[in-house]
């Protein structure tokens, strides 16, 4: 697994677009990460350089924000995330049992792809289907009333 | 034309996530095959609250609850009561009275006790389509206060409905408007957090998933009030369904004239914008919010200057939270006198919760202040099931603590609840029962806020970590006295030293359990036992062998070798080998293992 930064001609246009569109916005650069995360799927340090230049800003303020927040990838991830919630109505009802087989299963911490870069894990918080809890996702997919013994299958469906 | 029934879909996202989508084109399919496309109208709603029973669908002129809906139920369900009129009892949730009559949906219990004015709208209206919310007297509000009032009346009249903040710290609401209105400037914003970090709470989501407008008209009304022109709407990225709602409203409000320059032709210019989170639990605290719609790193800042003079973009802004929105328009419609006969003398009004955990009928619930835990969790909730007992009920998130059985009759409101030890928060109510052991959930809590402490400030980022392990070493069994001496020290020390809410509210989850569940931490010191039977470390899995046929299944299953015995002969497992995986207690057909 290489992490060679790859793109093509239309994400490039794409980007620079945006780019061109937030200059004149307030407060633009989370919303430009935002974005770029919405092209790439994650923020290669190519694309945090292309937009700090773009929006005259130090690049170590774009990898504090990189850092800062949750939701930003600086590793692509994998094909299918598989999120656990680890909310509180999901954890009263289980949760941790049922991330606890999803590791074992795929040999993964959360926040780490599989090597074959099929599945990331992620301990969620609150999705907020507590009435399901406890719940996991595997990409637009819920599952909800868990038991651990239904990670097994529910993994099994994508064998794709 | 009027359409002779009604089909609401729950479009929450807890029914979505049990694929309500695919019921509603399942609707319009079948509808169509019969041919009453246009006698027949059907719209996805917000959430009607009844979580548990979802997905749901109710059909009006009857008002017939369809719970647990499948889409290979739909045809069924169109045929026999769309076209014979005919309600399809065994898919429909009932209640029964005494006499074995059903109740209405109304009579529930879950909906009785409840009183619906934030959530009004949710499980009514089609939240896509703003003609209905304009026919359910939309933006009259806004007009009302443009037309007739000047701003500080305006700031008056919220100050008098008693309302108070509805993200948790219950700060009054018309104050906070008043003393933005008062600030020196031109440029001024408004705010509203969407961004409902606490674990449990979902109420501000489904307000913007089911009534978007009420909230965009809120903001309109607090912008006349304040003197601002823009507003900005900080949403969490995880709520897909409500971002794409709050932005069709957005959009059907600009282009209807609502929102911007000279708004509905009434003279005041307002525009408001979405930004979206990004998985950060201190942006919920106002300043670190702040921070993150201007761009940078959500951390917060040291308060004075408050929001009302120094705020976003460092001008005056007032922020308040999604569901004191949801009761603005209201308070203006009806007056301050109708707002303050609901509710308690200090905590006037409506709260909303989000009732979780081990309780029968979980969902979303509107109650008057004052309404005590006991109506919430035995009528609304259905009690708690499988026969267990109630223990405690967690309120205000990772920032509150939690509500002993022995005070189930307190009424809640803001005061009562900070005088037990916890907090309104922002709203979650998760229900525990005997199988929940207060030291752990401790832990869970303040793993929690190990991990989304931003880490300026030391006594959180390092107090809060240190609080953790002390957790930790309790629920392994390697545990002291003098550490539950050590973890109430610490936790009056992070409280008394953190810069912002997060820190100074982060030992609330410690200090409630260690006030009212002393005892579960001492017999995981002392005797190195957790009585609800949660921390693993202090387990032995144990074969009664009144119970035990011998039947070898649990040999077999288990993983380490550590059961021994012979065949129809009771068998015994060696603790020094027993790795407590479970897989014993999932192959006994007898239900002869325990954990103890």
Known sequence: ?160 | MIERAHILVCGGTGCTSGNSKAIFEEFKKQVKAVNLENEVKIIMTGCFGLCAKGPIVVIYPEGAFYQHVKPEYVKEIVEEHIVKGRIVDKYVHRETDESGKSKSIEDSAFYKSQKRIVLRHCGVIDPENIDEYLAFDGYKAYEKVVTTMTPEEVCDLVTASGLRGRGGGGFPTGVKWASTLKAPGDIKYVVCNADEGDPGAFMDRSLLEGDPHAVLEAMMINGYAVGAHQGYIYVRAEYPIAVHRLQVAINQAREYGILGKNAMGLGHDFDIDIRLGAGAFVCGEATALIHSIEGKRGEPTQKPPHLADHGLFGRPTVLNNVETYGNITQIILNGPEWFRSMGTEKSPGTKVFALGGKITNTGLVEIPMGTTLRTIIEDIGGGIPNGRKFKAAQTGGPSGGCIPASLIDTPIDYDNLIKIGSMMGSGGLIVMDDTTCMVDIAKFFLEFTVDESCGKCTPCRIGNKRLYEILEKITEGKGTMEDIDKLEELCYYIKSNSLCGLGQTAPNPVLSTLKYFRDEYIAHVKDKKCPAGVCKALLNYVIDPSKCVGCGLCKRGCPAGAISGELKQPHVIDTSKCIKCGACIAACRKNAIEKK
């Open chain 1, 1 to 160: 697994m290489s992490n060679e930064f790859i793109e093509t001609a239309e994400q490039r246009e794409q980007l620079r677009r945006a780019l061109e569109e937030l200059k004149g916005v307030d407060g633009p650069l989370m919303k430009a990460m935002q974005i770029a995360q919405d092209i790439y799927g994650y923020l290669p340090y190519e694309v945090q350089v292309r937009i700090a230049d773009a929006l005259d800003v130090p690049l170590e303020e774009v990898y504090g924000i990189a850092t800062f927040y949750a939701q930003f990838n600086l590793n692509p991830k994998g094909k299918y995330t598989v999120g656990v919630c680890l909310g509180t109505a999901c954890y009263v009802k289980g949760s941790g049992k049922v991330i606890e087989r999803v590791k074992e299963k795929l040999g993964l911490e959360p926040g780490e792809t599989t090597a074959d870069r099929k599945f990331t894990l992620m301990a969620t918080r609150c999705i907020g289907c507590c009435g399901l809890a406890p719940v996991m996702t595997v990409g637009d997919d819920v599952y909800g009333n868990l038991v651990p013994e239904n990670v097994d299958e529910i993994l099994a469906k994508y064998n794709d």
